[in-house]
């Protein structure tokens, strides 16, 4: 793994799209933090256009989508830069906040029609998790650590979201933290 690959920037030169929140995600609701698990190349497309970003989990099943709300953080985390490749990455690539609204099938073409959810993804650098581990609230055994990944979706604390925040230098204002 390069440092070039980990130097990779969302969007260098735009300005995040502030989107409102809706009332269902006040801060009377309680705000959960997903880490979906994707090859970069993959991450990386959902994230390729300010404003449009998406997510996609499980080969593009509906259920696992079905469980985040409007206003959850989600961060990308890449074993691989490309699917079913042995390029390793270990990295998490994007992060940002769930937009409203449910999932939708979105049709890719050659019959593959795979369920997705608006994200509005905030510049970030990626970040190797490996630096991370020992501080992760997730890891229960760092012999084991990688063992959740194996799910492609699952729900972290706030102090693990904020360290993968910290590490990516996203900006913590507009992942709404204060």
Known sequence: MTDAVLQHT???DA???QRPM???TSAATARRNWIAVA???HARRGCATPG???MQVCHGKAAPLQRIRPGDRVAYYAPTVTMGGKDRLQAFVSIGIVQPGAPYAFDMGGGFVPSRRDVAYVPAREAAIAPLLDEFEFVDDRQRWGSKF???LFAVSDHDMR???QAMEADTALLHWA
């Open 15 to 17: 300005e995040p799209v």
């Open 10 to 12: 969302l969007w260098q």
């Open 22 to 24: 809706p009332a269902a």
């Open 52 to 54: 449009a970003g998406y």
């Open 39 to 41: 090859c970069a190349q």
């Open 150 to 152: 194996r799910f492609g």
């Open 163 to 165: 360290l993968i925040a």
